[in-house]
């Protein structure tokens, strides 16, 4: 069995005539973070559906610590916590309500697991509003509980959709502050998907999607190293022919 | 996954949609007017031009209000059926579905759960409604009400069903209005719920066929005699069998590998 958190091998898709991803192949190890970076309609977030089996792939394989997303769709699914790029918060609910309706939804007892809710709130200094309905939390906040409930089961691959979008500079670097902590402390493999390449950090590996192809897939300073520019800013620009990220 | 995690996320569905409806007041007491609207005013109305004979379950003749009851009972789990699709639709364009779809529980479990959960919300409405029709003397026997439970349930199911369907269908929240107008005001019409059949036979034959295929005109009977403690086996048949075509219907339309969800949204 294969040992890799997040193993894509030549995944195609398309919207009936429209070809939004072309045999796109990458690996993410656990304790890996990955930054999956391309300008928007470069197909991630489709790239995300098909991870996350609301869709199913034209072609080619995904599977995740080993599991076959196609033949062992249930047990690849338990092992990913999820931030979409849309918000899934009920925002008639209450935290807890919502964390407790997350932990419903992964099988466990959320009075088993109180602790874990409590330290995770506290840390993203939400501990003393679990009783506030969602929708009097800022844009931020919410995200935040959004990552608290991606993580609250333990998952072995963390998927984030361009979560920073639309967030003040302090929430995003709190946002990615925390994510990247529980990469290293727990080695979960992380794929982060956004447009920004300011959220990349030398050593993360990245991948390169544009037009539905990985243009690169490397450490981002070997990326660098190769296309010979000082930034990863400069790289993404020469391999896309664009001046968008 | 084991059966007490099964129990865990059918509780935790089942919360969820009882907040939610607990949260939307207004969505309760919508629900609850239009019905109402029909009891005291339209039948009121129509009380003296729609004379009703002595039809089953009925032994006796009834007043106009005691015989759209059952009716009105149905269209609470008609529109609730509806409204919850296009909930559906709602979560899928917000995105709060998905996190439905990403649970490792099989999909076919998860869409029962919440088609489940959103029946039972329904049926708590019915029986409120049937409380306030009780004050103004529509009283089928006492028993009628706990035996009218499984024939709500029946009904709700297969309401649900029918919407799980076509949210599935349904590309965006704008095409809704019009898939409302094609589905509820006809299912509800051309039915038994505010008049007998027979009065239809003796105006149009054709009429008369389509609200005798129309399976709102089933779940309304089989609502209809299980109030009166009786079973309309007919009406049962028809409402399973619905009910299994439009859950059979809904879940090909949620698989990912062949359903109608899989070509449907574009991304970044």
Known sequence: MSEAALRLSDVSFSYTKRQVLDEVSFTLNPGEFCVLLGVNGAGKTTLFSLITRLFISGGGSIDIYGYDLKRQSRKALAQLGVVFQQPTLDLDLSLTQNLHYHCALQGINPNKIGDRIEMAMEEVGLADRMADRVRALSGGQRRRVELVRALLHQPRLLLADEPTVGLDIHSRQAILKQVRERCQQDGIGVLWATHLVDEVEPEDQVVILHDGKVLASDKANQIMQQTETDSVKQAFNQLTGSDSA | ?268
Request: proline share 5%; aromatic share 18%.
């Open chain 2, 1 to 268: 996954m084991k059966a007490g995690q099964y129990f865990r996320c059918l509780w935790g569905i089942f919360l969820r949609e009882g907040l939610r409806f607990l949260h939307q007041r207004e969505r309760f007491f919508g629900a609850l007017v239009r019905p109402l609207v029909w009891l005291f005013i339209f039948a009121a109305g129509f009380r003296s031009v729609l004379g009703v004979s002595i039809i089953p379950p009925y032994e006796t003749y009834i007043l106009y209000e005691e015989y759209i009851v059952p009716g009105l009972a149905a269209m609470i789990l008609l529109f609730s059926g509806m409204q919850s699709s296009l909930s559906m639709v709602y979560d899928r364009e917000m995105g709060s579905m998905r996190m439905l779809m990403v649970s490792p529980f099989p999909r076919w479990y998860l869409l029962l759960c919440k088609l489940t959960a959103g029946t039972l919300v329904a049926i708590a409405q019915v029986y409120v409604f049937l409380g306030i029709a009780w004050f103004w003397d529509v009283q089928p026997p006492l028993m009628g009400y706990l035996l009218a439970f499984p024939a709500l349930l029946l009904s709700g199911l297969m309401m649900g069903a029918l919407g799980l369907l076509l949210s599935s269908a349904i590309k965006q929240l704008e095409n809704f209005a019009g898939v409302m107008n094609f589905v509820i005001f006809p299912m509800f019409f051309a039915s038994s719920a505010l008049y007998p059949l027979w009065r239809i036979k003796d105006s149009s034959l054709f009429l008369y066929e389509i609200c005798r295929f129309n399976p709102f005109t089933h779940a309304v009977e089989l609502i209809r005699f299980s109030l009166y403690g009786q079973i309309g086996w007919t009406a049962f048949f028809v409402v399973v069998g619905s009910l299994l075509l439009f859950l059979a219907g809904a879940l090909y339309g949620y698989d990912p590998a062949r359903g109608l969800m899989s070509r449907k949204q574009g991304g970044g």
